[in-house]
């Protein structure tokens, strides 16, 4: 029988050997992971800082305007290519005298509308707020 432990010569583990290696530091993760989740929480601060301050100014400028056309492009968009791909791919996989492309198509269409749509309301609502 054969020990799965075997050191590269072949010849078998020597137990000093095991009990002289350190154990894994584990804390240097925890302390790896704990930094990253007090960056994450500054960034997301200093955002919301910024997006309060931004609403007390209530000054818009092309820019914002820009930026909400785009989300609301990529909002409407992104949800219509993937209805279509799923559309298509049905329809290559299944033989139906229903036509999964044109009916993922507006599926697709309709949900990036309506995202779009409850988007800009929450954004305009949060303008009016005082």
Do not use: C
Request: no cysteine; charged share 25%; glycine share 8%.
């Amino acid at each position: 029988m054969t020990d799965d432990r075997s050191v590269p010569d072949g010849s078998a583990p020597d137990a000093s050997n095991e009990a002289a290696r350190p154990a894994p530091d584990t804390s240097e993760p925890d302390q790896e992971a704990s930094a990253r989740a007090d960056e994450l929480r500054r960034i997301v601060l200093h955002k919301s800082v910024r997006r309060a301050r931004a609403r007390q100014r209530g000054s818009t400028n092309i820019w914002s305007y820009m930026g909400m056309f785009g989300l609301v492009g990529w909002t409407v968009a992104v949800p219509t290519l993937l209805g279509l791909a799923l559309g298509i791919f049905l329809d290559g996989r299944i033989d139906s005298s229903v036509s999964f492309t044109i009916t993922f198509l507006v599926v697709g269409v309709a949900t990036g509308i309506s995202m779009a749509w409850y988007w800009v309301r929450r954004e305009s609502e949060g303008e009016r707020r005082p």
